[in-house]
C-alpha cells in the first residue's frame, strides 16, 4: 500500500489521540454491565494504542473501527449504538482526511506544545542512560532544565506547583530533577565539566523554586558542595556547606554530606580529625534530626580512623539512642545511612546498573 507512517514512532499526536474522546463518552453513556464495557473499551484501546504509538496503518485502525462497530450492534443494537456508531463515523471521516495528506506527503507536522517538548527531552535522556550513554543523556536533560526555566511562572515555587501546572506531563519535574543531580555527579566521574554543571543546575533549581521543603534544600546544597569540592574548589565548599548548617542547623545530614568530603572523599588523603569535628558538631545541637544517622557515621569514622575505643564509645551511644521505649516516648527516627542512588523510573524505561563510584540514590 502507498502510505507511510503516520508520525515518527513513540511520539504521540495529543491532538488526534482526543478525536477518540467523543467515541469513549457515548461509550460510557450507554451504561453496559463492567464486563461487556470492558469488550467495547478493549477495541477502542487498541485503537489509542495505534495512535499513540505513532507508525500505524490505516487498514488496522479500520478493522478496529469496523470491530467496534460490530461489537455496538451486537451489545445493544443498531438503535441504541446509533450515538456511537455517528461518533466512529466522525472520527473515520476525519481520518480519511488525515491518511489522504500521509499519502501524499503534504501531513504538517507534529506541532508539540512546551509540556510535550519536555516530555520527549525527559524520556530521550532516560532512553540514553538505558543505552549507557550518561554524558549524552545529560545533555538532553540540561537542554530540558533550560526548557523548565521557560515553562515556570514566579508563582510556581516548587517542583510540584510545576508539575500541578503542567498536569498531562508523562513525567514527574520533581522525581526527574533529582535524577539529573544525581546522573550529573555521575558524569563528572568522567569528564569534571559535568561537576560544573551540577553546581550550576542546583543553585538555579533553588532560585527557581524557592520554597522547596527544607529536607530537598539540604539535598540540593550539600550536591553543590560536592561537586565545588570535586572540583577541588574547597574554600568554596566549606563556604557551601557552612551557609548550609547556618540555615539549618538541626538537619544531621547537613553536617554528614559535609563530614564525608573530609574521609570519604575519593582520590583524596583523609582528615579524620576535622570529619569528626564537623559530626561532633552536629551531635551538641539537643534538637538535631537524624541524631542516629549522624552518630552512625561518626562511629563509621572511627573504625577508618583506627580508634577502637571512640568507636565502642559511638557504637553504645547510637545502640541507647536506637532502643524501643518500654513507655510512650517521642519516636525517634531509624532511617538508614543512605545506599547508593539510582534514578527514579522513568514512564516506561527500566535503568542501565551503575558502575564503581556512581550513585544510586540519595536519601
Not at 450507554?30 to 487498541?46: D, E, T
Not at 507534529?110 to 510535550?116: R, V
Not at 540540561?142 to 515553562?151: C, D, K, Q
Not at 540540593?220 to 574554600?235: K, N, S, V
Request: glycine share 6%; charged share 30%.
Amino acid at each position: 500500500m502507498d502510505w507511510r507512517p503516520s508520525n515518527e514512532p513513540g511520539r504521540l499526536d495529543r491532538a488526534r489521540a482526543a478525536r477518540t474522546d467523543p467515541i469513549a463518552r457515548e461509550l460510557d453513556r450507554l451504561g453496559l454491565p463492567p464486563i461487556r464495557q470492558r469488550k467495547l473499551n478493549g477495541i477502542l484501546s487498541a485503537l489509542m494504542m495505534q495512535i499513540e504509538d505513532g507508525g500505524d496503518s490505516p487498514e488496522v485502525n479500520r478493522l478496529l473501527l469496523d470491530a467496534l462497530r460490530a461489537g455496538l450492534r451486537h451489545q445493544v443494537g443498531e438503535h441504541r449504538a446509533r450515538a456511537a456508531l455517528r461518533a466512529i463515523d466522525a472520527f473515520e471521516e476525519v481520518e480519511t482526511e488525515r491518511w489522504a495528506l500521509v499519502r501524499a506527503g503534504t501531513l504538517p507536522p507534529i506541532e508539540l506544545t512546551p509540556d510535550e517538548q519536555l516530555d520527549d527531552l525527559l524520556q530521550e535522556g532516560y532512553d540514553l542512560l538505558q543505552a549507557e550513554q550518561r554524558t549524552a543523556a545529560c545533555d538532553r536533560w540540561l537542554e530540558a532544565w533550560a526548557l523548565v526555566t521557560e515553562m515556570a511562572t514566579p508563582d510556581m515555587r516548587t517542583a510540584s506547583a510545576f508539575d500541578k501546572a503542567y498536569p498531562g506531563m508523562m513525567q514527574s519535574l520533581f522525581n526527574w530533577s533529582g535524577d539529573l543531580e544525581m546522573e550529573l555527579h555521575n558524569a563528572g566521574l568522567h569528564d569534571p565539566v559535568y561537576h560544573e554543571h551540577r553546581a550550576r543546575y542546583v543553585n538555579e533549581y533553588l532560585t527557581q523554586f524557592p520554597d522547596e521543603d527544607e529536607d530537598r534544600y539540604v539535598m540540593f546544597r550539600r550536591a553543590e558542595g560536592e561537586a565545588l569540592w570535586y572540583l577541588e574548589r574547597y574554600a568554596e565548599a566549606e563556604a557551601v556547606y557552612q551557609a548550609l548548617v547556618e540555615r539549618l542547623p538541626n538537619k544531621g545530614w547537613a553536617y554528614i554530606g559535609w563530614s564525608d568530603q573530609y574521609h570519604l572523599s575519593s582520590g583524596q588523603p583523609a582528615h579524620y580529625e576535622r570529619a569528626e569535628a564537623i559530626l561532633l558538631q552536629a551531635l551538641d545541637r539537643p534538637r538535631l534530626e537524624d541524631r542516629v544517622d549522624v552518630l552512625d557515621r561518626l562511629a563509621h569514622l572511627y573504625e577508618k580512623w583506627g580508634r577502637p575505643e571512640k568507636q565502642r564509645a559511638a557504637a553504645a551511644q547510637l545502640s541507647k539512642e536506637t532502643q524501643i521505649p518500654s513507655t510512650p516516648a517521642v519516636h525517634v527516627s531509624l532511617k538508614s545511612t543512605p545506599p547508593l542512588r539510582a534514578p527514579s523510573p522513568s514512564r516506561s524505561r527500566s535503568r542501565a546498573k551503575g558502575k564503581k563510584g556512581e550513585k544510586k540514590r540519595r536519601r
